[in-house]
């Protein structure tokens, strides 16, 4: 989906309704910040705001996907490109997901080979040190590929107020998880509270 266009979108239609970004934010429940971040093409509207925001300015979920007004034959098609796309994203992020499992996988086994082999084989100590930090070196950098990759593959969903978003990579990290949630702050109601991962992407 062309962000670009569906926030060109998105302010042709404001204007036509005759709003400013302040009253449109007002009418949303978000802020002034977030319908500015739609208009200029940086994010996506969140799952929870869609059905507002196609009432509020009157078009279909099929035409605020394609950033356009569509007729006839034309709908229908744009409506099955945009259903493409949305499952082509959930794709990308699955694979994202199971390579972040892989290469940290990969990079844990790698120190426990080097861990092995300094302890059980008669090296030189200058060997069996170069050995283990080369071991640990692989440990972070992998860890570091994997957490980049999960947090960009979709987002987390605020049990509180139900909004997607993005943690940063501190938070993420320092975060207690499970296999599926995480223990995160939402940026849009303050709740610290378990986070479920979605494989849509957030608007923030």
């Known amino acids: 989906m062309d962000c670009k ?5 998105l302010a042709r239609e404001r204007k036509a309704a005759r709003l400013t970004q302040a009253e449109a934010a007002k009418k949303l429940f978000v802020s ?5 971040k739609w208009e200029n093409g940086r994010g996506l509207p969140d ?22 007004r569509l ?7 744009r409506a099955e490109r945009n259903m493409e796309e949305l499952l082509s ?26 861990v092995a082999l300094s302890a059980f084989l008669p090296l030189d100590p200058r060997l069996k040190i170069a050995l283990l930090v080369y071991g640990f070196a692989m ?10 990759a999960d947090i960009n593959a979709g987002s987390f969903v605020c049990r509180r107020c139900g909004k997607k978003f993005v943690p940063s990579a501190k938070e993420y990290v320092f975060s207690i998880h499970t296999l599926t949630a995480r223990k995160l702050r939402c940026p849009f109601c303050g709740a610290k509270d378990w986070c479920k991962k979605s494989l849509q992407n957030g608007d923030e």
């Open 89 to 114: 994203q959930r794709r990308s992020n699955r694979r994202k997901i199971a390579l972040s499992a892989a290469v940290c996988g990969a990079a844990f086994s790698v120190l426990l080979v080097c």
């Open 32 to 36: 002034e910040k977030t319908i500015s």
């Open 5 to 9: 266009k569906i926030g060109a979108f």
């Open 139 to 148: 440990a972070v950098l992998g860890v570091g590929v994997a957490v980049f």
């Open 71 to 77: 007729e006839g034959e034309n709908y229908r098609k």
């Open 47 to 68: 799952t929870g705001v869609l059905v507002n925001l196609c009432s509020l300015y009157d078009f279909s979920l099929n035409e605020l996907l394609s950033g356009e």
